[in-house]
């Protein structure tokens, strides 16, 4: 199995930018594609982005096409997700989760598809 740690949320102004990391320890990181997650108070959690194992392919939500960007490097078992132009409505616990096969890539946005999760990091984004 794998642990998962996030890092690097906090509180910041609209417009602004914040990267996120998630740390991996255990099994080898490269056999996993990894995800992020957010959920709001009171809302499901909901799919932000995900990138394959090594990195190829990735896969966001509208709402944060052009403005977030996922990526990993398999040698420090690490994933980011570099966040840009922050808005309010972007205000949420972030989880990052491992996922060790899914039977097509778009159901890697599916939360019940993935293995492994962190305990998740606040952002928060003031207007």
């Known amino acids: 199995q794998v642990q998962l740690v996030e890092s690097g949320g906090g509180l910041v102004q609209a417009g602004g930018s914040l990267r996120l990391s998630c740390a991996a320890s255990?099994?080898?990181?490269?056999?996993?594609?990894m995800g992020w997650f957010r959920q709001a108070p009171g809302k499901e959690r909901e799919f932000v982005a995900v990138?394959?194992?090594?990195?190829?392919?990735?896969n966001y939500v509208d709402s944060v096409k052009g403005r977030f960007a996922i990526s990993r490097d398999n040698a420090k078992n690490t994933m980011y997700l570099q966040m840009n132009s922050l808005k309010p409505e972007d205000t949420a616990v972030y989880y990052c989760a491992a996922q060790m096969s899914v039977t097509r890539w778009s159901a890697a946005t599916l939360p019940n598809t993935y293995d492994y999760w962190g305990q998740g990091t606040q952002v928060t984004v003031s207007s």
């Open positions: 990138i394959s194992r090594s990195g190829g392919s990735t």
């Open positions: 255990g099994r080898t990181f490269s056999v996993y594609n």
